[in-house]
């Protein structure tokens, strides 16, 4: 059993951070570290 968290988003990476929208673990290829939030977040932010 593996307790390393897997990226919510790619799923290939370990995930690092946690989006501060939506909670979600992320690596950090799938996070954006100025807005602090997953790529998901990310893009779909507007403003
Ligand atoms: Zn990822
Ligand atoms: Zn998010």
Same mark, same amino acid.
């Given at each position: 059993?593996?307790?390393?968290?897997m990226c919510?988003i790619c799923?290939?990476k370990?995930a /690092?951070?946690? @989006?501060?929208? +939506?909670?979600?673990?992320v690596c950090?290829?799938?996070?954006?570290?100025? /807005?602090?939030? @997953?790529?998901? +977040?990310?893009?779909?932010?507007?403003?």
């Amino acid at each position: 059993m593996e307790r390393i968290k897997m990226c919510a988003i790619c799923g290939i990476k370990i995930a /690092k951070y946690t @989006c501060t929208k +939506c909670g979600a673990l992320v690596c950090e290829d799938c996070f954006d570290k100025r /807005k602090m939030l @997953c790529i998901s +977040c990310a893009s779909g932010l507007k403003a």
